[in-house]
């Protein structure tokens, strides 16, 4: 992605801003091979908060795939 011209950055599709230009292959550059994503939370004091945030963030990162939630 490139806002103003100066630099390029990887960065995922769901987290870029819409205002940056995705870049690719007719700029000459290759595709970036998928990485995977880990979410850590802890075991212990886990509250009903935590985990409605830990949901929406596994769900909002498996729609960005095309995966099911």
Do not use: F, Q, W, Y
Not at 22 to 36: F, M, N, S, T, V
Request: contains cysteine; charged residues 25%; negative net charge.
């Amino acid at each position: 992605m490139v806002e103003s011209g100066l630099a390029i950055a990887a960065l995922s599709e769901c987290s870029a801003p819409t205002h940056l230009v995705r870049l690719g292959k007719a700029e000459g550059l290759k595709p970036i091979e998928p990485l995977d994503i880990v979410l850590i939370k802890g075991r212990k004091n886990s509250s009903p908060a935590v985990e409605c945030l830990a949901e929406e963030i596994v769900r909002g990162l498996s729609e960005g795939r095309g995966e099911p939630g």
